[in-house]
């Protein structure tokens, strides 16, 4: 997966094969189709559908889905929707109020509490280091990599 902040310039990139290979670092990718399509939850109910391109890679052969940094991997609900709802909780909303406000499960409000720290001063950070402004939103989605609310390994062996 390779996230990115204009969908337009990833496009261009593809196009003249400049874009690198995040598997093998050689190779360039060049556009292979689409992934399938995704429709996300946004703010005040509205629906977002996105249908993201797919590279493959000249040299290695990988693939990759070039997926927009508002829309987290595996997840029904744009990067926006989610920050809302730890925002609020971080203003001393409950997960049940939130979820509530938002229309997600409550289940789902609690799995992002329990994934994510310290991201506001990570954008922060970036954002005086990026040479063109972004969202708060675009900055979470590329510091993370797509992986925001992605499960945290464990370190103890059975």
Do not use: F, K, N
């Amino acid at each position: 997966m390779v996230i990115v902040a204009d969908q337009d310039a990833a496009g261009q990139e593809l196009a003249s094969s400049s874009m690198r290979c995040p598997s093998c670092s050689g190779g360039s990718l060049r556009p292979w189709g689409h992934a399938r399509t995704r429709v996300l939850r946004g703010l005040h109910g509205a629906r977002h559908t996105l249908r993201p391109r797919r590279a493959r890679c000249r040299d290695c052969g990988a693939t990759h889905v070039l997926l927009p940094c508002h829309a987290p991997p595996r997840r029904a609900d744009t990067l926006q929707v989610v920050m809302t709802g730890l925002l609020a909780h971080q203003g001393g909303a409950g997960a049940r109020t939130i979820a509530a406000d938002l229309g997600v499960p409550v289940d789902t409000v609690r799995s992002w509490v329990r994934s994510v720290s310290a991201l506001g001063h990570a954008a922060a950070a970036t954002a005086r280091r990026v040479p063109r402004p972004l969202t708060a939103w675009q900055l979470i989605g590329l510091i993370s990599a797509g992986c925001l609310l992605a499960p945290v390994a464990s370190t103890l062996s059975g």
